[in-house]
């Protein structure tokens, strides 16, 4: 059978690169996880074995391509910084996407029973991811910085809701109406003086979210301190808003 009869349609599938010279950020999402969350019994406000298994599945994605040079993440999502002069898949918009979605979920699934021994998984989750291609080192740290304050609001929210319902005894509709049209520091307010919780203290994992960097790690092969540095993935849940965190870290922004 002649292929060559056939092969024109190939001439159908259009090239997708990105923009040379550009960073480009992968944030992926976790689909519906509102009802995710609940068919599998998530604590609230915040699981931890849920945001465990999530910084799990972005440590093993950082693992596998080293152009990943920055994570961070909240709730059932993850974002990921590509040094700018990436050559990861010729810079191919779709086969970026898709491969690194697909190695996230799989590995989300692939560690699913450590994270949760006694609570099978319902059904496959999936996950979307997308790419936006900023220009600056500003408009990257302002993007990073965004997540950052997403995280913190909504865990501001979500503590003070929760802690109405579970310790206060309102209804799920009582806690919304509770915190209709409150700012900051009546949440701050109502947390402490209701229940004696300090916001400041709680967590940085939920404060925060979780950062993923590179440390080079310089290792000892006997007795001698080998050259060539080896780099591992580790977690901190650190502030990424003020420019301190950048400063400290300019190999991020160049190349
Ligand atoms: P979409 O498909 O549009 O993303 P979604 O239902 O996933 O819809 P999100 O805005 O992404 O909506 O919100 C994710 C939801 O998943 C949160 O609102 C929360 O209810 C739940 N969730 C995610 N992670 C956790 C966690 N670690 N602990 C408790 N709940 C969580
Ligand atoms: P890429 O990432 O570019 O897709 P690839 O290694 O997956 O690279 P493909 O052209 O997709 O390359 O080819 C898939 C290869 O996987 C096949 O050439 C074959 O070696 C192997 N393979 C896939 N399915 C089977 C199967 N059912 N039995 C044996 N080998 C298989
Ligand atoms: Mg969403
Ligand atoms: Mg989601
Ligand atoms: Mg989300
Ligand atoms: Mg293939």
Same mark, same amino acid.
């Given at each position: 059978m002649?292929?060559?009869?056939?092969?024109?349609?190939?001439?159908?599938?259009?090239?997708?690169?990105?923009l040379?010279?550009?960073?480009?950020?992968?944030?992926?999402?976790?689909?519906?996880?509102?009802?995710?969350?609940?068919?599998?019994?998530?604590?609230?406000?915040?699981d931890?074995?849920?945001?465990?298994?999530?910084?799990?599945?972005?440590?093993?994605?950082?693992?596998?391509? /080293? $152009?990943?040079? =920055? %994570?961070?993440?909240? +709730?059932?999502?993850?974002?990921?910084? &590509?040094?700018?002069? *990436?050559?990861?898949?010729?810079?191919?918009?779709?086969?970026?996407?898709?491969?690194?979605?697909?190695?996230?979920?799989?590995?989300?699934?692939f560690?699913?029973?450590?994270?949760? /021994? $006694?609570?099978? =998984? %319902?059904?496959?989750? +999936?996950?979307?991811?997308?790419?936006? &291609?900023?220009?600056? *080192?500003?408009?990257?740290?302002?993007?990073?910085?965004?997540?950052?304050?997403?995280?913190?609001?909504?865990?501001?929210?979500?503590?003070?809701?929760?802690?109405l319902?579970?310790?206060?005894?309102?209804?799920?509709?009582?806690?919304? +109406?509770?915190l209709?049209?409150?700012f900051?520091?009546?949440?701050?307010?109502?947390?402490?003086?209701?229940?004696?919780?300090?916001?400041?203290?709680?967590?940085?994992?939920?404060?925060?979210?979780?950062?993923?960097?590179?440390?080079?790690?310089?290792?000892?092969?006997?007795?001698?301190?080998?050259?060539?540095?080896?780099?591992?993935?580790?977690?901190?849940?650190?502030?990424?808003?003020?420019?301190?965190?950048?400063?400290?870290?300019?190999?991020?922004?160049?190349?």
């Amino acid at each position: 059978m002649a292929n060559s009869k056939y092969a024109y349609v190939r001439d159908f599938e259009l090239p997708d690169p990105l923009l040379p010279g550009v960073f480009m950020v992968l944030r992926i999402d976790g689909h519906s996880f509102h009802r995710f969350s609940e068919k599998h019994n998530f604590a609230k406000p915040n699981d931890v074995r849920a945001l465990q298994l999530m910084d799990h599945a972005a440590q093993d994605l950082m693992e596998e391509y /080293p $152009d990943v040079v =920055l %994570g961070f993440g909240e +709730s059932d999502e993850f974002s990921f910084l &590509l040094r700018k002069s *990436t050559s990861l898949y010729n810079r191919r918009h779709s086969k970026i996407v898709s491969t690194l979605t697909s190695l996230f979920t799989s590995s989300y699934v692939f560690h699913w029973s450590r994270y949760f /021994p $006694d609570t099978p =998984l %319902g059904y496959p989750p +999936s996950f979307d991811g997308r790419i936006v &291609l900023y220009p600056g *080192t500003k408009e990257v740290k302002d993007y990073f910085a965004w997540r950052q304050a997403d995280t913190h609001i909504n865990n501001l929210y979500n503590t003070t809701f929760w802690a109405l319902v579970q310790q206060g005894g309102q209804t799920t509709t009582e806690a919304h +109406s509770t915190l209709r049209g409150t700012f900051a520091k009546d949440k701050h307010e109502i947390l402490f003086s209701r229940f004696g919780i300090n916001y400041n203290q709680l967590d940085a994992q939920f404060r925060k979210g979780s950062v993923l960097v590179r440390e080079d790690l310089e290792e000892e092969k006997d007795g001698e301190v080998s050259r060539r540095p080896k780099s591992k993935v580790v977690m901190l849940h650190c502030d990424i808003i003020k420019d301190e965190f950048w400063e400290e870290r300019s190999g991020l922004l160049v190349e």
